[in-house]
């Protein structure tokens, strides 16, 4: 989960932190998810312990959950979702008002909640 998240080209991308050690040619982001697709953050004691990919996130936390009890948030892709999950990313404590500001979001713009979910 190091780096931050952002969108080109309508996909999700993990953009890796700045090591001054590596050249800036190769620095290459992660691709995450398609814009069409569903981000998720897994949530352990209000702290963040996973996010990225919907379906990653689940599959990570069916492998590793164990005896701890999860909350797995799903949400679309936008620039004000994937701005809140860089804010999660930045400080894990902050998934706990992470529904809170997510229903806020949706608020703001409903047709987040009402996106198409196209195969791609």
Not at 30 to 44: D, K, N, P, Q, Y
Not at 64 to 80: D, L, N, Q
């Amino acid at each position: 989960m190091s780096g931050r998240y952002v969108i080109e080209h309508g996909d999700v991308w993990l953009e890796p932190e700045t090591d001054p050690r590596r050249p800036v040619g190769f620095r290459r982001n992660t691709h995450v998810c398609s814009g069409s697709e569903e981000l998720a953050v897994a949530i352990v004691d209000d702290t963040m312990v996973k996010c990225g990919k919907a379906e990653s996130v689940e599959a990570w936390v069916s492998k590793h959950a164990g005896f701890f009890e999860v909350t797995i948030v799903r949400f679309s892709v936008s620039p004000e979702t994937v701005a809140e999950l860089n804010a999660c990313v930045a400080n894990r404590n902050r998934a706990s008002i992470l529904v809170e500001r997510l229903t806020e979001i949706g608020m703001n713009n409903p047709a987040l909640v009402a996106a198409p979910r196209c195969p791609r």
